[in-house]
């Protein structure tokens, strides 16, 4: 079983700043892509970043590229994600995510496609 705990978020304005943390434990040896995924009221669960923890591999989805880094420390088990010019529509519960196999590129930024989750924390930008 696969833990996985966020931390880093809060409240920011527009043009800001934050890392994002998760911590992953338990049978983590089967994690080949995670990522981090959002959720804003009333609106479904989208992918925003995906790592394939082999190789370091990226990916983003249009709306964050050149502002979002998702990044891994294998040592520390910790897997991040550096937010930068944050905007108003970035507000989201944001989610750490993990599946023992990469789904298949139509499905990596869906959240059907990840099995182990984090409880989420709280991004919120004003403007």
């Known amino acids: 079983q696969v833990q996985l705990v966020e931390s880093g978020g809060g409240s920011v304005q527009a043009g800001g700043s934050l890392r994002l943390s998760c911590a992953a434990s338990?049978?983590?040896?089967?994690?080949?892509?995670m990522g981090w995924f959002r959720q804003a009221p009333g609106k479904e669960r989208e992918g925003v970043a995906i790592?394939?923890?082999?190789?370091?591999?990226?990916e983003y989805v249009d709306s964050v590229k050149g502002r979002f880094t998702i990044s891994q420390d294998n040592a520390k088990k910790t897997l991040y994600l550096q937010m930068n010019n944050l905007k108003s529509e970035d507000t989201a519960m944001y989610y750490c995510?993990?599946?023992?196999?990469?789904?298949?590129?139509?499905?990596?930024?869906?959240?059907?496609?990840?099995?182990?989750w984090g409880q989420g924390t709280q991004v919120t930008v004003s403007s």
């Open positions: 338990g049978y983590i040896d089967s994690r080949p892509c």
């Open positions: 995510a993990a599946v023992g196999r990469c789904p298949a590129r139509p499905l990596l930024f869906s959240h059907l496609a990840y099995n182990y």
């Open positions: 790592i394939y923890t082999i190789g370091d591999y990226t």
